[in-house]
């Protein structure tokens, strides 16, 4: 779903074995796709956020990532859980381009990303 890997469902949680991206489908995800944590579709956050700039126009992502030393806890209603390879993967592959990250080694990644 993410970098177009193989994955695998293990007790309805799908896990791409390649960039790490896990989807819990035991949540009812958020159908209006505006937080991309909870999104039902993660390529419809980005195509709706990618129509909803013009080009070269920037906004700041933050999102919980799952480190090798640590992980995040897990917010009430999370759907999608990500890793900043994964994060870096669907920015490109949606048309964005990361400018700066402001929290390098933090459980908590927030990004400046800007429309190509």
Known sequence: EVCG?????EQNLF???HCGFKKN????ADDTNNNLIFAADINIFFKNKY???NRGETFELSVPVRRFYKKPREQKGQVNFFTSKNIMFLLEQNGFQFVSRKSRFSTNLTLIVRKV
Do not use: D, R
Not at 5 to 9: D, H, I
Not at 25 to 28: E, P, T
């Open 5 to 9: 890997g193989s994955g695998s469902v």
């Open 51 to 53: 129509y909803s700039l």
């Open 15 to 17: 896990v791409c074995s």
């Open 25 to 28: 489908f035991l949540i009812n």
